[in-house]
């Protein structure tokens, strides 16, 4: 199956109307980027700015970074790679088509060229939505939407904690912040919304929790771009996330606008709760 946090977001996006500009690490030589390269071509998504081999690199064949993912019962997922200690961009970062005033985000996978490539798009006049970006210094500014999981920052099952580690996120960088906690719903807040835990909207089948995270962040880029207020983001992204849980894989299925909006209109007690 194809995944990686960049794919599965554009490709919610794709399918949902919008016109994504995907790019990340190069695809590699090895026989798993045969099957990536179809993945990518079956779901439609761009791929000029995906490269089989970086300039500057190995001459041989090199491999493609490859995840097994086990899910168990309950629907959570542990996943081990390979190959990813090796990515390069597949285009230099300075190349990258930054567009002012449109929308720019990233995961910090490729460790230095992400943030390269955050700071070039804010530089830009880009907006910015950064995702796993976790360490004591980041190129992280005011204005900017950050969004990670309990799986690296705060603690699993404590919303206290998880509110009091938001809280001083948002006090170091002025951003707007979401640090999601699975099945637990999620902690979000800026400068002006009250820092504050969010329920999770009930899965109707909890098959695999695989991508969760990217269905999310599709969901809230898919409401800033058309600019919606933030608790109608915020309603959009946990119904699709939540969706997302009742099927195997990242990308296998991308829930349907009218699924997601059918979801928050059935449980309204959830819905209001996302109002300031």
């Given at each position: 199956?194809?995944?990686?946090?960049?794919?599965?977001?554009?490709?919610?996006?794709?399918?949902?109307?919008?016109?994504?500009?995907?790019?990340?690490?190069?695809?590699?030589?090895?026989?798993?980027?045969?099957?990536?390269?179809?993945?990518?071509?079956?779901?439609?998504?761009?791929?000029?700015?995906?490269?089989?081999?970086?300039?500057?690199?190995?001459?041989?064949?090199?491999?493609?970074?490859?995840?097994?993912?086990?899910?168990?019962?309950?629907?959570?997922?542990?996943?081990?790679?390979?190959?990813?200690?090796?990515?390069?961009?597949?285009?230099?970062?300075?190349?990258?088509?930054?567009?002012?005033?449109?929308?720019?985000?990233?995961?910090?996978?490729?460790?230095?060229?992400?943030?390269?490539?955050?700071?070039a798009a804010a530089a830009a006049g880009m907006k910015v939505y950064v995702m796993d970006f976790f360490r004591d210094?980041?190129?992280?500014?005011?204005?900017?939407?950050?969004?990670?999981?309990?799986?690296?920052?705060?603690?699993?099952?404590?919303?206290?904690?998880?509110?009091?580690?938001?809280?001083?996120?948002?006090?170091?960088y002025g951003c707007f912040a979401i640090l999601s906690d699975g099945p637990n719903g999620f902690v979000a807040g800026?400068?002006?919304?009250?820092?504050?835990?969010?329920?999770?909207?009930?899965?109707?089948?909890?098959?695999?929790?695989?991508?969760?995270?990217?269905?999310?962040?599709?969901?809230?880029?898919?409401?800033?771009?058309?600019?919606?207020?933030?608790?109608?983001?915020?309603?959009?992204?946990?119904?699709?996330?939540?969706?997302?849980?009742?099927?195997?894989?990242?990308?296998?299925?991308?829930?349907?606008?009218?699924?997601?909006?059918?979801?928050?209109?059935?449980?309204?007690?959830?819905?209001?709760?996302?109002e300031r």
């Open positions: 199956m194809l995944g990686g946090e960049a794919a599965n977001t554009a490709t919610a996006l794709l399918q949902w109307g919008d016109a994504p500009v995907l790019t990340g690490n190069a695809i590699g030589t090895s026989l798993e980027s045969d099957v990536l390269w179809s993945a990518l071509r079956a779901k439609k998504l761009p791929v000029e700015n995906l490269r089989a081999l970086p300039e500057g690199r190995q001459s041989g064949p090199m491999l493609s970074p490859v995840c097994d993912v086990y899910i168990t019962p309950d629907g959570q997922r542990t996943m081990f790679g390979t190959g990813f200690g090796r990515m390069g961009p597949g285009i230099p970062v300075s190349l990258l088509p930054y567009v002012e005033g449109s929308w720019f985000t990233a995961e910090s996978n490729m460790s230095g060229p992400s943030r390269d490539a955050v700071r210094e980041e190129p992280i500014e005011e204005n900017m939407f950050w969004q990670s999981s309990t799986d690296w920052v705060g603690v699993r099952g404590n919303t206290q904690r998880n509110v009091r580690w938001v809280k001083d996120w948002v006090a170091k800026s400068p002006s919304h009250p820092v504050r835990m969010y329920p999770p909207f009930p899965a109707p089948d909890m098959v695999d929790s695989t991508g969760a995270g990217d269905m999310f962040r599709a969901g809230m880029l898919h409401g800033l771009s058309r600019g919606w207020a933030i608790p109608d983001c915020l309603r959009f992204a946990a119904a699709a996330g939540c969706l997302k849980c009742g099927h195997f894989g990242a990308t296998s299925h991308v829930p349907p606008i009218a699924d997601i909006e059918h979801l928050i209109t059935e449980n309204p007690d959830v819905a209001a709760q996302y």
